[in-house]
């Protein structure tokens, strides 16, 4: 399984970007995809997190301004970040684990996932 990360890049505060995560083979009915980050000195914390079921749960600091999402027939998941502050910044990252948010909520344990991405920037500037 590879799992490649674009849409990084720099931005002022209160933009947005949305990252892609393309995946050569999708896991299907049980996964879970999520996004983590990865601060400079931190770290790496989860962000958000999707599952074959299309449940959804994130981390406190970005609920209502991120959104994760995926497309099946494309491969491919998805984050909108919408009104990124300065402490958005970081190396973002996709990962895959083959467990369902229903048979494990906890979703923010990184050894769940067997597969990462390489991760893109997003600067995030005041």
């Known amino acids: 399984v590879q799992l490649a990360e674009s849409g990084g890049g720099s931005v002022q505060a209160g933009g947005s970007l949305r990252l892609s995560c393309s995946v050569s083979k999708f896991f299907f009915p049980t996964s879970c995809m999520g996004w983590f980050r990865q601060a400079p000195g931190k770290e790496r914390e989860g962000v958000a997190v999707?599952?074959?079921?299309?449940?959804?749960a994130y981390a406190e600091p970005v609920k209502g301004r991120f959104t994760i999402s995926q497309d099946n027939s494309e491969r491919t998941l998805y984050l909108q970040m919408n009104s990124l502050t300065v402490d958005d910044s970081g190396t973002y990252l996709c990962?895959?684990?083959?467990?369902?948010?229903?048979?494990?909520?906890?979703?923010?344990?990184?050894?769940?996932?067997?597969?990462w991405g390489q991760g893109t920037q997003v600067t995030v500037s005041a």
């Open positions: 999707i599952d074959s079921d299309g449940r959804t």
């Open positions: 990962a895959a684990r083959l467990v369902t948010l229903n048979d494990r909520p906890t979703w923010e344990k990184l050894s769940d996932y067997g597969w």
